[in-house]
C-alpha cells in the first residue's frame, strides 16, 4: 500500500494544479455522513493508507496530514509511517486544528482554495470550516468536486446487492406505523416533512436490510418524508419484487438514487427538516422552500428505545452469541498451549462458531484480538503483516461482536492465557470495578451517559490512570453496532437515557508497548422504582459470558462489587446451561462461573 501513496498524491496534485486547489479535505464518511462506508467512499483510506474508521486527511501542493482519535493513534503512526502524512493527534495539547495547520501551510500562498467534496461533509462541518478558514486568512472553500472521480481508476461502484426485508415478527413495528410516529414528531417541530440520510435510519423506518457497508446491515439510499409521502431513492437494481410490493403497500414510492436531487428540488411543502449534522452540504443547498429547519433527526431518539420484539430478538442473539463463546474459550486456552494460534487464526475460530448458530449474518465489526502490546492499541486489527502467536501467559484483549438477525451482539472480554504479574491482575482489577459500577448504577429517567461516565474511571483516577474513548454506545437492533443518541461519555452529551434502551459499558486501560484490558456487556435499561423524586432506572445485563476470574484481585474489590460479579456467574450458567448439548462445555462453563 505505502509504495502506492506517493503515486495517488502525486496524481492528486495535478488534478488540484489544474483546479487551482491550494488543499482537499477528505473526510471518513460518505453522502449519508456514515460511521462505516462502502468501498466507494473510502477516499479518506485510498489516499492516506490509514485505514481507521475515524480519521481525516489533508493534502496540500507540498505537505499532508491526517487527524485521528486515540483509538488509532498507534495503528496510523504505523500506517502512515514511510508517507508524507504527518499524523495529527486530537484531543492532544499542541495538535492544530485542521484549520489553524491550512492557515500556517498556506500563509504564503495568495488567494488561497481548499477543495472538499459536498456530498461527502455535511452541512455543519462545511460551514464551520467557512468560517474557520475566512478567520485563517480568508481562505474560501469549494464544495463541487470530487477528484477521486478522476485519479481514482478502480474506484468501486454503489453495490448493487440485493435489498431485503426484516419480519415485522422481529421489526415489531410496521412501516406504515414508524411513519405516522415519524411525522407526529415532525409536526412536534413544526416542520412539513425531512430528508432521511443516514442508512441505519432508512433501515430501521422502512423494516429492510442490506450489504452494502461492511458488518453493517445497511444499503446506500435516501428517504423523503413529507406530510402525504414517502419516496426512497435508491438503485433500482437493489430492489427484488418482493421489496418492491413490501414498499407499495406500506405507501411508500421508489425512485432512483440519484434522482435524490430531482425530488429535493421539486419537494413542495412550505418546510422541511434538515439535520445539518447528517445531511450532507450538496444536498442541503439544493432545497428550494419558505423554510428550512436546522434541527437534528428525530429518528436516532425513536430507534434507541427497543419494542418488545427487539427486546425478545436481542435476548435470543445474546443467548446465540453466549453458546458460541462458551464453545470457544473452552478451547482457547488447550489450542494455545498446544501452539500454533495467532490473532488471526483464534479471529476465524470465534466467527466460525459463531456462524453454526441460527439466524448468523455476519460478524457486527472487525474483531480486535489483540495479544499483549497489542492489546494496548485500542482498535487493533490484525494483519498478516501484524498478527503475531498467542503464548500461554499474558492477556489477550478480545473485542468481538455478530450481526444475527434477531439481535446485535456486541462484547469483550480480556483473557489471561496463562500466568501473569501481579499489575496486569492489579490493572485488570481496576477495570473490572469500573465495569460494575457501572452496572449497578441506579438513576433518575433522563439523566444523561455524561453524568455516570465517572462510576467507570474514579478507581482509575485515584491511580492517575484514564482512557480518550468512550465508555459506552447504543446498540442497533440487527443495525449497526454503534447506535446514538446517547452514550457513557466524558465529553457533555445531553442525550437522555430512558427505559428499553441499550448501551455497551466498556471502560478499560492500555499501556503502551504493554499490555490492554477491557472488559465490555451490552446493557438493557429497565425500571427500578418509582419515588416522589420521580422514575429510577437500572441496567441489566444483557451479554451471557463468563468475566475471566484468573487475575482478578478479590480483595482489591469492594464487597458489592463481588456480590455483583458472583450473581452475574450464577445467571449466566443459568441460563446457557441448558442449552450446551456438550457436556464437557457445560463443565467448563460451570468452573468459569463458580463464586470467587
Not at 460551514?127 to 478502480?154: A, F, H, Q, Y
Not at 473452552?330 to 470465534?350: F, M, N, Y
Not at 492477556?395 to 469483550?412: E, F, K, P, R, V
Not at 438513576?443 to 474513548?469: C, K, V
Request: negative net charge; hydrophobic residues 40%; contains cysteine.
Amino acid at each position: 500500500m505505502k509504495e502506492y501513496i506517493a503515486q495517488r498524491l502525486e496524481a492528486l496534485r495535478e488534478v488540484m494544479r489544474r483546479e487551482k486547489l491550494d488543499a482537499f479535505i477528505f473526510p471518513s464518511t460518505d453522502p449519508h455522513n456514515s460511521e462505516y462506508v462502502p468501498d466507494r467512499w473510502k477516499g479518506r483510506e485510498w489516499i492516506s493508507g490509514f485505514n481507521g474508521s475515524a480519521g481525516t486527511a489533508v493534502v496540500t501542493m507540498h505537505s499532508a496530514a491526517l487527524w485521528t482519535d486515540s483509538r488509532y493513534f498507534i495503528a496510523a503512526a504505523d500506517q502512515l509511517s514511510g508517507t508524507e502524512f504527518q499524523l495529527m493527534k486530537l484531543k492532544i495539547e499542541g495538535t492544530p486544528t485542521i484549520s489553524e495547520w491550512l492557515g500556517s501551510e498556506l500563509r504564503e500562498v495568495s488567494s488561497a482554495q481548499v477543495g472538499v467534496d459536498g456530498m461527502c461533509n455535511s452541512a455543519a462541518n462545511v460551514e464551520v470550516l467557512v468560517s474557520d478558514l475566512r478567520r485563517e486568512g480568508g481562505i474560501t472553500v469549494r464544495t463541487n468536486l470530487d477528484p477521486l472521480d478522476i485519479v481514482w481508476t478502480d474506484r468501486p461502484q454503489i453495490p448493487a446487492s440485493k435489498v431485503e426485508i426484516q419480519p415485522v415478527e422481529l421489526a415489531g413495528e410496521t412501516v406504515a406505523s414508524k411513519l405516522t410516529r415519524i411525522r407526529k414528531a415532525l409536526r412536534d417541530l413544526h416542520a412539513d416533512g425531512m430528508l432521511m440520510s443516514a442508512l441505519d435510519d432508512v433501515a430501521w423506518t422502512l423494516n429492510l436490510r442490506g450489504t452494502d457497508v461492511h458488518c453493517t446491515p445497511v444499503f446506500v439510499s435516501y428517504l423523503l418524508i413529507s406530510t402525504t409521502s414517502a419516496t426512497l431513492y435508491i438503485n433500482k437494481e437493489k430492489l427484488t419484487p418482493e421489496v418492491e410490493a413490501h414498499l407499495e403497500s406500506q405507501g411508500v414510492k421508489m425512485a432512483g438514487y440519484d434522482d435524490v436531487r430531482k425530488g429535493i428540488k421539486e419537494y413542495a411543502e412550505y418546510n422541511i427538516l434538515l439535520d445539518p449534522n447528517e445531511t450532507n452540504y450538496t444536498l442541503s443547498r439544493l432545497v428550494d422552500v419558505q423554510e428550512v429547519i436546522r434541527h437534528k433527526s428525530p429518528i436516532p431518539a425513536m430507534k434507541a428505545i427497543k419494542n418488545e420484539a427487539e427486546i425478545r430478538g436481542y435476548r435470543s442473539a445474546m443467548l446465540k452469541d453466549g453458546i458460541a463463546l462458551v464453545k470457544f474459550l473452552r478451547w482457547l486456552k488447550p489450542a494455545v498451549e498446544a501452539g500454533g494460534q495467532t490473532e488471526i487464526s483464534i479471529d476465524k475460530k470465534l466467527t466460525s462458531l459463531r456462524a453454526e448458530q441460527p439466524l448468523f449474518r455476519d460478524i457486527s465489526f472487525d474483531t480486535i484480538a489483540g495479544y499483549g502490546a497489542h492489546g494496548a492499541i485500542v482498535h487493533y486489527e490484525a494483519t498478516p503483516e501484524t498478527d503475531i502467536p498467542l503464548e500461554p501467559h499474558g492477556l489477550l484483549l478480545l473485542d468481538s461482536g455478530a450481526q444475527y438477525q434477531d439481535g446485535t451482539t456486541d462484547i469483550t472480554r480480556t483473557i489471561a492465557l496463562g500466568p501473569v504479574s501481579d499489575y496486569e491482575k492489579h490493572i485488570y482489577t481496576l477495570v473490572l470495578k469500573g465495569h460494575i459500577q457501572l452496572e449497578i448504577c441506579k438513576f433518575p429517567s433522563g439523566a444523561s451517559g455524561t453524568q455516570m461516565d465517572i462510576l467507570a474511571r474514579e478507581a482509575m483516577w485515584r491511580e492517575g490512570l484514564n482512557y480518550l474513548h468512550g465508555t459506552g454506545h447504543g446498540v442497533g437492533s440487527y443495525l449497526s453496532v454503534h447506535e446514538g443518541p446517547h452514550q457513557f461519555r466524558l465529553e457533555w452529551v445531553p442525550a437522555p437515557f430512558l427505559e428499553n434502551m441499550t448501551v455497551t459499558d466498556e471502560p478499560g486501560i492500555y499501556l503502551a508497548g504493554q499490555f490492554g484490558v477491557r472488559i465490555e456487556n451490552t446493557l438493557l435499561i429497565n425500571h427500578y422504582k418509582d419515588t416522589e423524586f420521580g422514575k429510577f432506572l437500572q441496567f441489566e445485563s444483557l451479554t451471557l459470558c463468563p468475566i475471566d476470574t484468573t487475575p482478578v484481585v478479590k480483595e482489591e474489590l469492594l464487597p458489592e462489587e463481588v456480590a455483583w460479579l458472583n450473581e452475574y456467574h450464577q445467571h449466566v450458567y443459568d441460563v446457557l446451561a441448558p442449552h450446551l448439548d456438550d457436556e464437557g462445555d457445560k463443565e467448563w462453563l460451570r468452573k468459569a462461573t463458580m463464586p470467587i
